[in-house]
């Protein structure tokens, strides 16, 4: 199984500001989101990723999203699963779970620490990022920093409507 790590970011690398909200990032960019996640019939995200987009906006949410699998990664072994949701306390518990459904592709989808550890277990096979055009100075970052690094080969560009620019990548694994 692939897993593919798809991140909105700022041209600074920023996915949300410190508070959490996203609300400088266009409404487009959901809705090709819920497109790729209808496809690959899955999401899988970190528990803050989780709590901040549920509790803050009532029409881009995790519940509307049309897949079968969505997945909330989490340490805290009291964590209630919300109805269809399925809780996992680690990545690889995520890869397992969704190759037992007969998942071709994991779709990542962040946030920032969660990005990590997948990264640097090695876990993560091609990367997009679409660049939107809006700077905020600080914020949470697309990777929270981490020991790792990963050669990746570019496979291409493309530019979406909003001056946005989509960038895609494989990652070397054998390097
Ligand atoms: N722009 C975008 O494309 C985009 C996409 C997604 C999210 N976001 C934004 O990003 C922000 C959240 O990102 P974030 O980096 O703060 O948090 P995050 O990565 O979404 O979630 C972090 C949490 O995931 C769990 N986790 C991480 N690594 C784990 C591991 N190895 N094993 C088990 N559980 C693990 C932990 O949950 P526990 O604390 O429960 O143990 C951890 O606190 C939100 O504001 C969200 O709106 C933006």
Redesign the pocket.
Same mark, same amino acid.
């Given at each position: 199984m692939k897993v593919l790590l798809?991140? $909105?970011?700022s041209p600074n690398g920023y996915? @949300?500001?410190e508070d959490? *909200? &996203?609300d400088w #990032?266009p409404d487009e =960019?959901w809705d090709e +989101?819920v497109d790729l996640a209808k496809e690959l019939n899955n999401i899988v995200? =970190? /528990? &803050?990723?989780?709590t901040? $987009?549920t509790n /803050?906006y009532e029409e881009y949410n995790f519940d509307n999203v049309p897949c079968e699998y969505k997945l909330i $990664?989490? /340490? %805290?072994r009291d964590?209630q699963a919300p109805d269809r949701y399925v809780v $996992?306390? *680690?990545?690889e518990e995520a890869i397992k779970y969704l190759q037992v459904q007969g998942v071709e592709t994991a779709f990542l989808? =962040? =946030?920032?620490? #969660? %990005? *990590? &550890?997948f990264i640097k277990k090695g876990l993560v096979d091609q990367l997009q990022l679409?660049v939107n055009p809006y700077l905020i100075g600080k914020g /949470?970052? +697309?990777l @929270?920093p981490d020991d790792f690094e990963m050669p990746l080969t570019f496979v291409e560009s493309s530019e979406l409507p909003g001056g946005r620019a989509k960038l895609k990548y494989i990652v070397q694994k054998d390097k």
């Open positions: 798809d991140m $909105v970011i996915i @949300a500001r959490g *909200s &996203e #990032l =960019g +989101f995200m =970190g /528990r &803050e990723t989780y901040q $987009v /803050r $990664v989490t /340490r %805290n964590f $996992v306390h *680690s990545p989808i =962040g =946030g920032g620490k #969660l %990005n *990590s &550890e679409t /949470r970052p +697309f @929270a």
